[in-house]
């Protein structure tokens, strides 16, 4: 009976021992139409789309088949579906080899002969190529024969089988991006200006916004009068009814603050600065003789605040804020624009 163990513990070691994963040459290829359907998993973490590969397998049983563990480059996701007779393995289509491994089979690594794409579906075969000859049996079986029979330990030779790291999914640096928007705005004034707003970002950034009507005339200020109310300024056209019909409106503002990620391409933009909204009129002062004299009781300027959306569609930028200057003058504003860099 310890002959009989003795021999079978020595050839199931053998066998475990000399067991290797190959994936079988020129396997590699893309199938037409198959393509990546399931909707849950069509892109990583990053918004990189996936590619499919569907990984056959020969002298492996279903149990060795959901024990497989898959692995890439530094920067590449793994998602995987356990099928009957394959696994389907959805990974970042940059990717540059994968590696294939099992506590039992040891572990091989295949590099991709070329580029995949996104979205598509390629397929590979992977077996198990692990055999003794039966001469190679037989010599072992002799050898051992002979230990026990001369009451000797029999001298078993122990192959250490290769530490498979546990996966890990690995960490991955959010790609810095930059984007710039053309902006149209218009205010509770009925004023329109326009403007460009610049930013850069990881999941968290920063932007500057810079919005103007381009109306940079000097008033002068000896003939301007600031923040009369409405009803000083009905009183003095009603007292004046002659006056030029001049009117100048002054939009300007610069406002910087945060940008940050809430969910897949929407991004929430805070911030704050500075704002000059006013409106002006020329009217004539028979009282004074004055001609070029300007009052307004629309003016605001001091803080300027901003909260907006933005989504990213491919590289295409789309931007809705709001906009105050004091919390008194609001200000609509629509941007379009592009993204630079690694998505």
Known sequence: MKKITAILSFLLLSLGAMAQLEVKPDSFKEVAGFVNINLDIQSDDNDVPYAVIKVKTENINDKQRRELLFEGDAATFIECEYKIGEVWVYLTYKATYLKISHRDL???????????????????????NAKLSEEEILERMK???????????PQIVYVEEPVTPTPQKPTHKTPL??????????????????GVTVGIKR?????ISFMSNFNFTDLGEEDKWDHINSTSMQALLDNNPTYASKRQYVSMSVIGGVVFKVAGPI?????????NNSLWMNIYDSYNSRTDFWISDHS????????????????????LDGATTNFKIFEGRMGIGYMFGKK
């Not at 002969?113 to 198990?128: Q, V």
């Not at 050898?143 to 330990?153: D, S």
């Not at 300027?301 to 590289?315: D, E, N, P, V």
Request: a negative charge.
């Open 143 to 153: 050898k051992l024969e002979e230990a026990i029979q001369n009451q000797q330990e």
């Open 106 to 128: 040891s572990s091989t690594e295949f590099w991709f002969p070329f580029d995949m794409e996104p979205k598509k579906g390629y397929e590979l075969t992977l077996t198990n």
């Open 203 to 207: 999941k968290v950034g920063v932007f």
């Open 300 to 319: 605001s300027y001091g803080f300027g605040g901003l909260a907006g959306i933005q989504a990213h569609l491919g590289r295409f930028v789309v931007a």
């Open 177 to 194: 991006n930059t984007f710039i928007t053309l902006n149209l705005s218009n205010n509770t004034e009925s004023e329109a200006a326009f």
């Open 267 to 275: 991004d929430i933009k805070i911030g704050g600065g500075y704002g």
